[in-house]
């Protein structure tokens, strides 16, 4: 095979696999939840009075708005103030999801009414009994996912906080820049802190603590965080941090991790993106891009977005500003997965690219262009015989999360408390339906069924899984309480030690940077990450 039929391969491979991976660990459709008779709650929101829902020994509220909706004249505006309403505003089903294609959200999306939020809380929180708050910002490359899709109660109930779930504006609707909207490339990072001052504002009608938010995120998500760590304008707005699977330090020659981009790629990006849709030449092209549809929109934007520094929110890259200290010093909790890579590849493999000793070199040329780069990763990582798709997985899984986690841990530790964690469990409920060309082991997302019921759906988990579910939330939960993970009846977890998260074997490991060849990454010059 040539190498241009093989770079052009695994280019179609990859957006194939990008899409497989962010929408497979969520099922068709969300099952309902079960509600008690007599189950309406009434509370007053911000915005005047909601009812929700009551179940057994939780209250959900759903779709309740934090920002005027982006339609109109606020399409592509910083966030507004959601209008007033009188008598009492229904909340008990999930709003819209943002514009997206079909994925996580069956069906995709194209109403941009869609700036809502889902609060799950204990049946006896409440203004006089607040519990800690505990934020959700969704992962999906920023081009897909829904604050709906995950399911709170375990984490609610068994942790004794209060969840809050967010919508936020995606693709090109939330991060499209140009020199005539300001604001723009960070639309979606600007929602992110509206609902955060929502938070702030409203959360102790719902029986949250308003002074104790902790911001978490997953992929995306998870680098939605670090972007509102290094932002000025998120100062204030959370007490506390959880990074799960998306370093900070990622770079833009990757195409896995998430990562942010110099204003001026980003308006490259949104010029190429106004001449697709035929506003390039238009004597005012905000107003022209204001009257596409959102259905042509969306068939026109890249598959990956991403965030733009060098603007008012986020004047620097989250790596340089953690780097330098830049950044809003909270404790954070921060982890990757064992296996992160392991879902690319299987889906690039299953696409037809099959991973040899003979195809590998040119495989590895794809993504390490340079010269030089190639030839090192192939001696680092050697394909035999019959294990190509494990020795791809991990490339992608060491050079892109694991190693960028262990960098980004590392200059967060110089100045604030940090507790890393690795998810390893092996056998964790598979993401993707049918037979993987190899085992997945722990890929990317496969710790959220831990946390979450996907699509208010429960996965199916052995004994030893539930019970490490158990103890992940109250680690997590803990954390948001206390700036401290640490409890009875956990393993302990000492700072400065990476935890290894396995059914009945959680314990600190000191072996995670030998183990993703860190040191090598570190010497081929790629994301800043130690050796332990």
């Known amino acids: 095979m040539t190498t241009h039929r093989v770079l052009t391969n695994l280019a179609r491979a990859l957006a194939c696999a990008l899409t497989a991976v962010l929408a497979a660990a969520w099922p068709a459709a969300p099952a309902p939840r079960a509600e008690s008779a007599g189950s309406a709650v009434t509370v ?7 009812r929700g829902v009551g179940h057994d020994g939780y209250r959900t509220f759903e779709g309740v708005p934090y920002a005027a909706p982006p339609v109109g004249r606020l399409r592509w505006a910083p966030p507004h103030r959601p209008a007033s309403w009188s008598g009492v505003r229904d909340a008990g089903r999930p709003a819209s999801a943002c514009p997206q294609q079909a994925g996580e959200v069956p069906g995709g999306s194209t109403d941009e009414d869609c700036l809502y939020l889902n609060v799950t809380a204990p049946d006896d ?18 081009t897909t996912g829904a604050g709906s899709s995950y399911d709170a109660h375990r984490m609610a109930t068994r942790g004794d906080v209060v969840v809050v779930t967010v919508n936020y504006r995606l693709g090109a609707l939330g991060f499209l820049a140009h ?21 702030r504002a409203g959360i102790g009608a719902f029986g949250g603590d308003a002074r104790d938010v902790t911001l978490a995120g997953e992929s995306a998500g998870g680098y939605g965080v670090c972007a509102q760590l290094a ?58 891009l ?7 929109l969306l068939a026109a934007q890249d598959t990956g977005q991403q965030p733009a520094y060098g603007t008012p929110l986020l004047p620097l890259d989250p790596a340089a500003a953690i780097s330098a200290g830049r950044f809003h010093h909270v404790p954070v909790l921060l982890g990757a997965n064992h296996d992160e890579g392991n879902g690319w590849a299987a ?26 780069q190639a030839r090192a990763v192939v001696q680092e990582y050697p394909v035999h015989a019959d294990d190509g798709g494990p020795v791809f997985g991990a490339v992608v899984g060491d050079a892109d999360f694991a190693c960028p986690t262990a960098g980004t841990g590392r200059l967060l530790a110089a100045r604030v408390p940090v507790w890393r964690y690795e998810f390893a469990d092996e056998h964790a409920p598979p993401l993707t339906p049918g037979t993987p060309p190899f085992p997945l082991g722990a890929p990317h997302a496969s710790e959220l069924p831990y946390l979450f019921d996907l699509g208010g759906r429960p996965r199916a988990l052995t004994a030893a899984q539930h019970r490490l ?60 990450g130690a050796a332990q």
Not at 44 to 50: A, D, N, S, T
Not at 261 to 278: M, W, Y
């Open 125 to 142: 929180a409440s203004p006089a009994h607040p519990r800690p708050v505990i934020v959700w910002l969704h992962g999906g490359g920023f």
């Open 179 to 199: 020199g005539a909207l300001p604001g723009s490339g960070t639309f979606g990072l600007a929602d992110q802190q509206a609902a955060l001052r929502w938070v």
């Open 469 to 528: 579910a158990d103890t992940m939330i109250g680690y997590w939960t803990r954390f948001a309480r206390t700036g401290d993970p640490n409890g009875p009846a956990a393993p302990r977890w000492p700072r400065g030690a990476v935890l290894s998260l396995v059914p009945d074997r959680t314990a600190p490991t000191g072996t995670t940077g030998t183990r993703h060849h860190c040191a090598f990454w570190d010497a081929l010059g790629r994301p800043s």
């Open 290 to 296: 204001r009257r596409v549809p959102v259905a042509r």
């Open 231 to 288: 932002s000025p304008a998120a100062a204030g707005l959370f007490d506390r941090a959880i990074i799960e699977s998306g370093p900070c330090t990622g770079r833009p020659d990757r195409p896995f991790a998430p990562f942010a981009v110099p204003l001026a790629t980003a308006r490259a990006a949104g010029a190429d993106l106004a001449a697709k849709v035929g506003c390039g030449s238009a004597h005012d092209v905000p107003a022209c």
């Open 44 to 50: 007053p929101g911000p915005g005047g009075l909601v």
């Open 347 to 372: 889906g690039i493999i299953a696409a037809g690219n099959p991973v040899t000793p003979a195809t590998w070199p040119d495989v590895v040329a794809a993504f390490f262009p340079a010269p030089g």
